[in-house]
């Protein structure tokens, strides 16, 4: 596949370093060559300077033979045009990165399809999703919920309290068992577990399960202590703090730290005035959280566009014992030492946007892709077609890749859990997990 990726930013090189792992015939453009040279010494791709909305720049790339480009630059105006005129110059389809809710909205699809935009991206919008998500279960530091079924899979610290600790996972209940544990995070490896691995104090642990067992996981990992989020604070006043404000159950009361006043009356102007309250002020100045009951909150979320401040203050806020706490963290460097100080819930909006647009290049037909990047793997929601390579055998005849795990599957709106003997069918929804680069290896089988 001939892919063009206009923007050599945090999104653009993260998912042109994923795609360089595949061969496919790559370019990278961006006005800047200085972005351009890490890229170009270190991975097997081209790059290009120039702007992406110049069509002799375009045309110097061969854009008529382009099967995808894609626009993330940091101006969504310049992503939109650029892939107007690469449509009209003949790319297959267009991805365009925005800045704009109203641009993601389903009923302005069709428009935006139109005029040469086939899919547009906001990645604050997608963040914003997974901190909303995360703050609904205090106990959990990722969730995956299958659309239209009561399948689940769910990333949980485990420490002295859980009750499986140091049990080889063949001793605990096998098939029958209403959870599997598809994937293990211990310090910076993830592993792939076995009938003989066994879990340790402090491993982030990936469970799959149906919904009815939420609450039995809960009471195995020790985790019933953790209260219930009434109260969120949030650190930072940007785009991403407000529509997670905006998609937290009404029952939750959210205070959000601004320290720009200008940002503040903005936002003022955007939120729910009945539960959201707007305060300016340093979210690192203690006495200011003091003054506010910050310590009575059950969940802090730091979301400014500084990596570093953001793992500070969560940790200030562990002090102060809240139990929940997130944290944005853009440069991808910091994500290693955030995971090994014990944050909490680590949102990558590079990750994020990279994902989404990678499941676009799989072969199969993927349903959703979620970038887990504290554990440098993906889960994926596989849509079994007719014929595909998965149907032929059980699980256990399968030579699925080593980095790979078949979690659950859907089947007529009901979730059920994979072990060897199952034998995928055509229609089914499967909820796979893996390491690496092995996502688009699996994708091979289905």
Known sequence: MKIVIAGAGAVGTHLAKLLSRERHDITVLDSQAERLVNLANNYDLLTRTGSPVSIDTLQSISIGKTDLFIGVTPDETTNMTACMLARKMGARKTVARVNTYEYVQKKNQELFRS?????????????????????????????????????????????????????PLKDLGGAQSPYHIVAIKRGDETIIP???????????????????????????????????????????????????????????????????????????????????????????????????????????????????????????????????????????????????????????KQNIAAAYIYQMMLK???????????????????????????????????????????????????????NGNTQIQPGDRVVTFCIGNDLSRLSSFF
């Open 115 to 167: 005029v040469g935009i086939d899919s547009v991206i906001l990645p604050e919008m997608i963040a914003a999703q997974e901190i909303a998500s995360s703050i609904n279960r205090s106990w959990i530091r990722h969730w995956w919920e299958v659309e239209g079924s009561d399948l689940t899979m769910m990333g949980i610290k485990v420490r002295e309290k859980c009750k499986i600790l140091n049990i």
């Open 364 to 418: 199969a037909d993927v349903a959703n892709v979620k970038s887990l990047v504290v554990a440098n793997a993906d889960v994926a929601e596989f849509i079994v077609p007719e014929g595909a390579k998965i149907t032929r055998k059980p699980i256990r005849e399968m030579s699925l890749p080593q980095g790979a795990t078949l979690g659950g599957l859907v089947r007529d709106g009901q979730g059920h859990l994979i």
């Open 194 to 348: 076995h009938g003989n691995d066994y879990v340790r104090a402090y491993d982030l642990v990936f469970f799959m399960t149906t919904r009815k067992y939420t609450q039995y996981i809960r009471e195995l990992v020790g985790k019933e202590d953790y209260p219930d989020v009434k109260n969120v604070v949030m650190m930072g006043g940007g785009i991403t703090s407000l529509f997670t404000s905006r998609l937290l159950p009404d029952y939750m009361r959210v205070k959000i730290i601004e320290k720009d006043e200008a940002r503040c009356r903005e936002l003022f102007n955007q939120i729910d005035e009945k539960r959201v309250m707007i305060i300016h002020g340093d979210g690192r100045d203690m006495s200011l959280l003091q003054d506010e009951n910050v310590p009575k909150s059950e969940a802090f979320v730091a979301l400014t566009p500084n990596s570093e401040t953001n793992i500070l203050s969560c940790l200030a806020a562990k002090r102060m014992n809240i139990r929940k706490t997130v944290a944005m963290i853009d440069n991808a460097g910091f994500v290693s030492m955030a995971e090994s100080l014990d944050i909490g819930t680590l949102i990558n």
